[in-house]
């Protein structure tokens, strides 16, 4: 096992902010991974799990203890009662295994195309775009449980997914490092096109678009609002969406729109966010005076998309966190709603 000291953590994110991380070690194996936790544990050191780095702000002060990057790679295949079973190394690029699933024709997360970041922080957040979440074909995940030492699969339901939620980001946040995770994924099966976005890309389209026509298209659509990761594109210089679409009580819903309506405004809704009466953080944040391109110095809004917060030029994490803040005072002020970060501050 390599341990590197003081080294700098924002090349190893998407926004690349923050600080060095005392040491760091990048595990591949299980075994690499419980040598590190002995390491951190003899010397008293925090410990910070790292995966792509694609939904991070690290500190400016960086991380004082262990960083420990999940490097396992590996995928095995197998069917199992009808289902492709895709079991995969935490460390493995999470496009890379959807790109591959959809070569094989297995339906189930074409539409989490172009996500950045590894296979082992998707249950995390329970990643999802454009109408699907990995918590519907997550079958299970093998973690290392920090509470007891032993490495144990958790089924589906063990993890407790919700809308961007599941234990590892809430309930049991810090306890497991993610192993390996298994997709039941659909051979055969037929593209999710539920959401606007991919119903407008394929409106006069002849036939069902096939798995890799949705892929295709998915990754067009996230291109063009910077929410795919291309050196040339300094809007992808992102941790993506900054803030959570806020869930709001009948009672709060009610009050945003008397808000709207004395402006005049009308509150968009969306099919797919009207189920929970989840609202648009992305125009909350526009018509707060923050719209897209709007420039902050260092730190700005992606001229693509209302809801990314882009690194310009050289910004620090104090950078970010300002803006952030500046914007979520202004959406309060004007709305009566306090947005939640997605991203996890790492560091602070
Ligand atoms: C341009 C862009 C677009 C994005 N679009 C989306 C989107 O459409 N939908 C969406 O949901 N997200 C999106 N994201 C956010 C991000 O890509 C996802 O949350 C991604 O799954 C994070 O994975 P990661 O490996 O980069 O995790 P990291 O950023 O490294 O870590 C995130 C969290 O997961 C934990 N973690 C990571 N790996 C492990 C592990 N093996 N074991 C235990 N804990 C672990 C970390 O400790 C940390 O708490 C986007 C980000 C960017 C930059």
Redesign the pocket.
């Known amino acids: 096992m390599l341990i590197q000291e003081h080294v700098p953590l924002a090349p190893l994110t ?1 926004i690349r902010v923050g600080g060095p991380a005392r040491y760091l070690v990048d595990a591949t194996t299980i075994g690499e991974i419980c040598e590190a936790i002995t390491f951190a544990r003899t010397r008293n050191l925090l410990l ?9 702000v690290v500190s400016d002060a960086g991380w004082p203890g262990l960083v420990l990057k ?1 490097g396992i790679v590996g995928t095995e295949e197998r069917i199992e009662d009808g289902k492709a079973l895709f079991e995969v190394g ?1 460390g493995e690029d ?1 496009d890379k295994l959807v790109a591959r699933s959809v070569a094989q024709n297995c339906a189930g997360i074409e539409c989490l195309s172009g ?4 296979v ?3 249950p ?2 329970n ?3 454009y109408g699907q979440e990995v918590g519907e074909t997550i079958q299970g995940v093998l973690a290392f449980d920090l509470r007891d030492n032993q490495v144990r699969e958790l089924c589906n339901e063990a993890c407790g997914f919700s809308y ?1 939620a599941s234990i ?2 809430s309930t049991e946040r810090g306890r ?3 192993l390996r995770v298994t997709y039941a994924l659909t051979p055969g099966g037929e593209p999710r096109i539920d959401y606007t976005d991919l119903k407008r890309y394929f409106s006069g389209w002849q036939g069902v678009p096939t798995l890799a026509e949705t892929r295709d298209a998915v990754r067009k659509v996230r291109a063009s609002k910077g ?3 291309s050196l040339g594109d300094d809007d ?1 210089r ?4 900054f803030f959570k679409n806020p869930v709001l009580s009948p009672e709060q819903y009610h009050a945003l729109s008397a808000r709207a309506t004395a402006k005049n405004l009308q509150i968009p809704s969306y099919p797919a966010l009207e189920v929970l009466r989840k609202v648009s953080a992305a125009w909350l944040v526009e018509h707060s005076g923050f719209s897209k391109g709007f420039d902050a110095g260092r730190v700005g809004i992606s001229r693509k998309h209302a809801l990314a917060i882009v690194n310009r030029r050289d910004a620090t994490a104090a950078d970010v966190i300002a803006f952030q803040e500046q914007i979520q005072q202004r959406v309060e002020d004007i709305w009566g709603i306090r947005l939640q970060p997605e991203p ?1 501050f790492v560091g602070f």
């Open positions: 998407t910070f799990v790292l995966g792509g780095g694609s939904n991070l999940v935490a999470w996500i950045p970041g590894s082992g922080g998707t995390v957040q990643v999802g775009a961007r590892f980001n497991h490092i993610i929410m795919l990761i992808s992102s941790a993506g969406s996890v």
